[in-house]
């Protein structure tokens, strides 16, 4: 925002709406230009599309997934299953919850093809040195690194 509002409450308002920067007038051209290169900065700041729990991390790009630098591999669903699951770490998510996301809506699987996809993933995870999902028994799954 570039504004002549000077109130706290103005600008307070103005970042709740989105906005990146609250710049008041008067303003210095050095001000300014400051400013923006800083905001330049920041976008040209490297992004990571990995997450990294520990030993465990998902590279978000490639669809891969490994514990201490060394690939673990898993079929197209228990990626994604573990990808949902990171994605919410700590958050409890049902058999039809993962379903939903990770098949789709309409999909056929039932509540055992998932706890049977869950149990690969973890076997194989296990075997790599990681144990990130834990059972909420009665409930479901959940990231727990």
Known sequence: FLTARVAEEDAVAGYGLGADDYVRKPFGAAELRAKVAAHLRRERRP???????GEVRIDLGARGLDVGGEAVSLTPTEY???EYLARHPGQVMSRAQIREAVLGWESDADDAAISMQVSRARRKLSEAGADPIATVWGMGYKWQL
């Open 47 to 53: 992004r990571s599309h990995a997450l990294s729990f």
């Open 80 to 82: 994604a299953i573990c």
